[in-house]
């Protein structure tokens, strides 16, 4: 079993909150995967751009805190939403890149008898899953292939933006502007990728609150532009946009007077249904929009 | 190399609506910039073909145009580029195609008109006949890190999603603007730029953080990272007034120490107010789908006493 994939799993809030099907079809697809997936307990919440906004220091201290504990498990960290993704990786990028910073990071880690060393490398699951693990290899484990679906992919900001990071964070190369490893993912599954505008555009999430209107004409457009396309269903791999896309998915076309129903599937939710896990196994009864594909 | 342009063309005195030329062009993509397809354009296909250009060196920031709905500033972008991420195919727009005046020509005044509302110029007392120069020490010019290569160029604010969908939004190049004499020792109006771009709506806390703008911009300035330390200075100042924004900014440290993961209906609570009222009907649908943590089942992080000390030792800001 020495060459069993073993990563040390970020889960961020949202899945352990309004979001509990993507932490519950992220564990489900690991093990049809014969991936193992440690969970990192000890994390706090990223910050999610906000404290980053009130107090970055704090924040730095705290993302590299989360990090230490992957660290001291030696494994690779794999986050399974954007934001947390955008912030840890943003952390590892200016610790790693001013020793000074790191230093004063350290000097607090220090009072709790931690230290960053900068060891583990931070990814998403997505792309841990296609640089570790392969798409030939997923494509070899699908017994139920999606190819009645057309699938909408919707990439989320903060895993292709600003591109010189997550490019330095993943061994491939992702466009910001022509995304293409989701794509890839869906037609490994056999199903077949919607090309639309919308896929690598911003769902508004971050304003929710101050900007309603703001954030439900960007949720609303993205949904219609896939809808339009003859999606039958969107996928993301990101916990916001997907609070977005299918929570606030009826007031969002409300705001862009547009009826329609599109539902929108986790990242994992989507390589669960190809790999044969059970609907209960991938929390499909926690999606607002009803998933009625199977 | 061969390249098949689709060129939007629309002459507002005369067109109702735009229409795309489809133009064959061989291109040398070792040598070729966009700037040098568009002056072909006009040279060998159609002289009315209409952009704007002037300095060649990516100084004047007037080229912009997107390619294949990408801010590219024509003079500095190579088409070797271009082929290799939009493949031979390519499409060249105005920034903004509801703006346009006549073919890449867009009328730029919404652009202009939010960036002087930052006050982009030095407010200090000036000595009219001075005797020296009034030069800043070198530690003191770096603060404004690269914010003084704006070129007005527009890319990254018809980059802004936000830009598209809320007319009263300053945009990233304002902002940047906007930093760039917040950060500058010898000018006197930070307060009062602080309070512009603190204004709900309007200023800072209405992006979006999607990195458009960073991505789009050609003098690499990253102007989303000047908004978050425009959002860093409106705390530190003390210009910050308790609204939904800064609530939901600071509702995140309070959580991170009471229960190390994020308590995501208590957030929504403290940032709201009353105003939570309206998220009633929206909760109730996330509990229907067991979306709801109740209080009494939130998750805590393991090793809390660790996270609350570091929020007491490492804390930089009060509110």
Known sequence: MSNRLTYALYTGCTARESTPELLKSTLAVAKKLDIELVLLDEASCCGASHLQDFDDFLSLVLNARNICYAERLDLPMVTICNTCQLNTAMTKERLDSDPKLRARVNEALEEVGLVYKGTVSVRHFLYALIEDYGLERLRSKVVKPLSQFNIAAFYGCHNIRPSQLHNKMNKGEESPYRPTTLDDLIEALEGNSVDYDHKNRCCGFHVDLQAPTTSNILTGNAIIDAYDNSADFMVTPCPLCHLNLDVKQEAALKTINREARLPVLHLPQMIGLALGCSPEELGLNHNVVPVDLV | MKVTLKVFRFNGERDYLPHYDTIEMEIDEKKDVVLDVLNRIKWEHDGSFTYRRSCRHGICGSCAIKVNGRSTLACKERMEDMVALFGTELVLEPVSKKRAIKDMVVDKSDFWERYERVKPWLEAEIDEHPTMENIIPPEEAEKLEESDYCIQCGCCYYACPVIEVNENYLGPAAFEKAFRFTADVRDHAKRERLEIVDRLGEGVWDCVKCFECAEACPKHIDPIGKITKLHNEIFKEGVARSNVATRHAVGFKHSIKKHGILDEGHLVAYSEG????????????????????????????????????????????RF
């Open chain 2, 274 to 317: 009353f105003g939570v009222l309206k998220h009633l009907p929206e909760a109730f649908e996330m509990w229907k789908k067991g979306k709801i943590v109740m209080p009494w089942e939130m998750p805590k992080s393991k090793k809390l006493d660790e996270i609350k000390k570091l929020v007491e030792i490492a804390s930089t800001v």
